[in-house]
Nanobody
Framework: DVQLVESGGGSVQAGGSLRLSCEVS????????IGWFRQAPGKEREGVAA????????YYADSVKGRFTVSKDNAVNTLFLQMNTLKPEDTAMYYC??????????????????????????WGQGTQVTVS
């Protein structure tokens, strides 16, 4: 089974930085991309950033472009999210997620689109980020 365990969350002042980590295990050859999502109280979960397993193409939500960087180690054992210039509106529970494959309904659906749709198959328990 796929397991995802996040760490690195905490409290930081606006303008500060945090680096989230996600330990990844059990992914199969069909896994196409892994990424980060967040959910603030009273709001829907949103895709923040994602990276493809092969080729390392990345996707970012407009709200974090230029401030956040997603990366992974070569063995895909760990996923990272470097968050700089944090804002109070970045406050949320941050989740690591992975897909089972890129196919939905018999068709290939790009990683970025599935991130936008929150259409991933495996989820971690989350780590809280608070910016004040």
């Amino acid at each position: 089974d796929v397991q995802l365990v996040e760490s690195g969350g905490g409290s930081v002042q606006a303008g500060g930085s945090l680096r989230l980590s996600c330990e990844v295990s059990g992914i199969t050859e069909g896994t196409n991309c892994i990424g980060w999502f967040r959910q603030a109280p009273g709001k829907e979960r949103e895709g923040v950033a994602a990276i493809m397993i092969v080729g390392a193409t990345t996707y970012y939500a407009d709200s974090v472009k230029g401030r956040f960087t997603v990366s992974k180690d070569n063995a895909v054992n760990t996923l990272f999210l470097q968050m700089n210039t944090l804002k109070p509106e970045d406050t949320a529970m941050y989740y690591c997620a992975a897909d089972r494959s890129a196919v939905r309904g018999g068709q290939y659906v790009p990683c970025a689109l599935r991130a936008l749709r929150r259409d991933f198959d495996y989820w971690g328990q989350g780590t809280q980020v608070t910016v004040s």
